[in-house]
């Protein structure tokens, strides 16, 4: 079977994280490998819910700089504080589109989107991102050439080395006119050994899509040349953190920052 198969009986990152932030769309493989990934490595709930405020405060700055059409590449299944939420609630004219490769995650988007103009998803791999960039969905909602908001947030560790992450986001920078930002989220396990972290990546390993962690420099590599907004890439609850932000204890390091292309 296709790894972006519909497969119920076995764990999928994107319904294990769907779990993790408290939504609805997982099976019970998905909520099992979740809470075996938590058994063994205490902290990686929390890792998903700092990395969901992120987003948040993420689309909030980049609306704030007059952003107001996003793609939210390897978007997952909508939970609350979607982005087309957070951006349309402070600019109603804002047009979101997302794109994710999971069945469940596009269902999902789709049935919650149906009545929304200005947002709509694309069942793609966002591997493909020549295909993702000329999708009808967004031709339809998007203008190439006016400033953008991209997102990858918390997608490219399911992006492995053998496919050229690099090569990737240099490729969807490319795409993005003068005054877009890219925003990116990636977790990391630089900090810890082997044995503490071995079994999470087993749990995950077993799934749908395997993961890679990245050190914070390498997150850091793919912002160059750009304008990083302050404070840089680092663990995102420290990212222009808010009041109403999930309390968490954050053990796994989740890095994120955010960049203006000049
Ligand atoms: C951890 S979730 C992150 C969801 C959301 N971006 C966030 O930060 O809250 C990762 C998502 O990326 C999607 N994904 C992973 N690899 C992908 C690929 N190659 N193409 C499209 N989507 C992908 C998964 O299906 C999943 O929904």
């Given at each position: 079977?296709?790894?972006h198969?519909?497969?119920p009986?076995r764990?999928n990152?994107?319904r294990?994280?769907?779990?993790?932030?408290?939504g609805?769309?997982?099976?019970?493989?998905?909520?099992e490998?979740?809470?075996?990934?938590?058994?063994?490595?205490?902290?990686?709930?929390?890792?998903a819910?700092?990395?969901?405020?992120?987003?948040?405060?993420?689309v909030?700055?980049?609306?704030?700089q007059g952003?107001?059409?996003?793609?939210?590449?390897?978007?997952?299944v909508?939970?609350?504080?979607?982005v087309?939420?957070?951006?349309?609630?402070a600019?109603?004219?804002a047009?979101?589109?997302?794109?994710?490769?999971?069945p469940?995650?596009?269902?999902?988007?789709?049935?919650?989107l149906?009545?929304?103009?200005?947002?709509?998803?694309?069942?793609a791999?966002i591997?493909?991102a020549?295909?993702?960039?000329?999708?009808r969905?967004?031709?339809a909602?998007l203008?190439?050439?006016?400033p953008?908001?991209?997102i990858?947030a918390s997608?490219?560790?399911?992006?492995p080395?053998?496919d050229?992450p690099?090569?990737?986001v240099?490729?969807?920078?490319?795409?993005l006119?003068?005054g877009?930002?890219?925003t990116i989220?990636?977790?990391?396990?630089?900090?810890?050994?082997?044995?503490?972290?071995?079994?999470?990546?087993?749990?995950?390993n077993?799934?749908?899509?395997?993961?890679?962690s990245r050190?914070?420099?390498r997150?850091?590599?793919?912002?160059?040349?750009?304008?990083?907004?302050e404070?840089?890439v680092?663990?995102v609850?420290?990212w222009?953190p808010?009041?109403g932000?999930?309390?968490?204890?954050?053990r796994?390091?989740?890095y994120?920052?955010?960049?203006?292309?000049?």
């Amino acid at each position: 079977m296709h790894a972006h198969e519909l497969d119920p009986q076995r764990p999928n990152p994107a319904r294990m994280y769907d779990y993790f932030l408290g939504g609805f769309h997982n099976f019970e493989a998905d909520r099992e490998a979740a809470e075996a990934a938590e058994a063994a490595f205490p902290g990686v709930r929390a890792s998903a819910r700092a990395n969901r405020d992120f987003l948040r405060r993420a689309v909030r700055y980049m609306v704030a700089q007059g952003v107001d059409q996003f793609l939210d590449l390897g978007s997952g299944v909508p939970t609350a504080g979607n982005v087309h939420e957070i951006a349309q609630a402070a600019n109603p004219g804002a047009h979101v589109v997302y794109v994710d490769a999971e069945p469940v995650a596009v269902h999902a988007s789709e049935a919650l989107l149906a009545d929304n103009p200005g947002a709509d998803i694309v069942h793609a791999d966002i591997r493909h991102a020549d295909a993702v960039l000329s999708a009808r969905q967004v031709e339809a909602l998007l203008d190439l050439n006016r400033p953008l908001g991209l997102i990858m947030a918390s997608v490219l560790p399911y992006i492995p080395e053998d496919d050229d992450p690099d090569r990737l986001v240099a490729r969807y920078r490319a795409a993005l006119p003068s005054g877009s930002y890219l925003t990116i989220s990636h977790g990391s396990v630089e900090d810890f050994d082997d044995t503490e972290t071995d079994s999470v990546y087993k749990v995950y390993n077993s799934s749908t899509s395997p993961i890679t962690s990245r050190s914070r420099e390498r997150i850091t590599s793919w912002f160059d040349g750009l304008e990083l907004v302050e404070p840089g890439v680092v663990v995102v609850t420290g990212w222009h953190p808010e009041s109403g932000d999930t309390p968490v204890k954050l053990r796994l390091p989740h890095y994120g920052g955010l960049a203006r292309i000049p």
